[in-house]
């Protein structure tokens, strides 16, 4: 069965640290990874996207990266800013010639002041 | 990336009523559009594949007579909710597909409350 998991499901930290978000898949035949940031009341925004080659892609302070021996993919979020406080979306995309992805359930992150 | 735009982005209706929301790609022609739902703490959930000029493809468990959806343009989708009830309450987000990368772009969302 094609399913995407995140975890944590929650996460809280201090502003100006690090974290780390998780995402384990079991998506068949993969065609890319995408990881969306969406704030509360919004739609989401892609951050980065990784076919099966890439092992890793940095959009500012986003860091993600993947196994796609293992289906892992992290996200790393580097100087929290209040800002960053949103969910964080993995989506999976299947190489079937169309739009077929799967969704992860997402992590939502608080960053406190 | 394609802009995509909703309307409204919140509204309100009494239980019974029907309600319009509009998606629109305001810079990219988009044959294929989707509509989302999204209910708080959960992940988006799909509804519907729109192309333009034709039918809908609903998803299982989708109620196509109740969740109607026309993409008449290239620019525009709209999911009209029929006889709403409290239990459509809910966050509805559209995305335009890109055929070539297969991207997707979402739009804002529309929040709806039925009471």
């Known amino acids: 069965k094609n399913q995407v998991e995140q975890s944590p499901q929650s996460l809280i930290i201090l502003e100006g640290k690090n974290c780390t978000l998780q995402?384990?898949?079991?998506?068949?035949?993969?065609?890319?990874l995408r990881w969306y940031k969406q704030d509360t009341g919004r739609g989401p925004v892609s951050l980065t996207i990784?076919?099966?080659?890439?092992n890793t892609k940095s959009n500012g302070r986003y860091t993600a990266t993947l196994d796609a021996d293992t289906k892992q993919s992290s996200l790393h979020i580097t100087a929290s800013q209040l800002s960053d406080s949103a969910s964080y979306i993995c989506?999976?995309?299947?190489?079937?010639?169309?739009?077929?992805?799967?969704f992860g359930a997402g992590t939502r992150l608080f960053v406190k002041a | 990336g394609a802009v995509v735009s909703q309307h409204p982005s919140w509204v309100i209706c009494k239980s019974g009523t029907s309600v319009k929301i509009e998606c629109r790609s305001l810079?990219?022609?988009?044959?294929?559009m989707f509509w989302y739902r999204q209910f708080p703490k959960q992940s988006l959930m799909l509804m519907a594949t729109?192309?333009?000029?034709?039918?809908?493809?609903?998803e299982q468990g989708v109620e196509k007579d109740k969740f109607l959806i026309n993409h008449a343009s290239l620019t525009l989708s709209t999911l009209t909710v029929t006889s709403a009830h409290p239990e459509d309450s809910s966050f509805y987000i559209c995305?335009?597909?890109?055929?070539?990368?297969?991207?997707?772009?979402f739009g804002p969302g529309t929040r709806l409350t039925v009471t």
């Open positions: 989506v999976v995309s299947l190489n079937t010639g169309g739009f077929k992805t799967i």
């Open positions: 729109s192309n333009e000029g034709s039918k809908a493809t609903y």
């Open positions: 810079d990219f022609q988009a044959t294929t």
């Open positions: 990784m076919t099966f080659s890439e």
């Open positions: 995402c384990n898949y079991t998506v068949s035949p993969f065609s890319n």
């Open positions: 995305s335009v597909g890109d055929g070539y990368s297969y991207e997707q772009y």
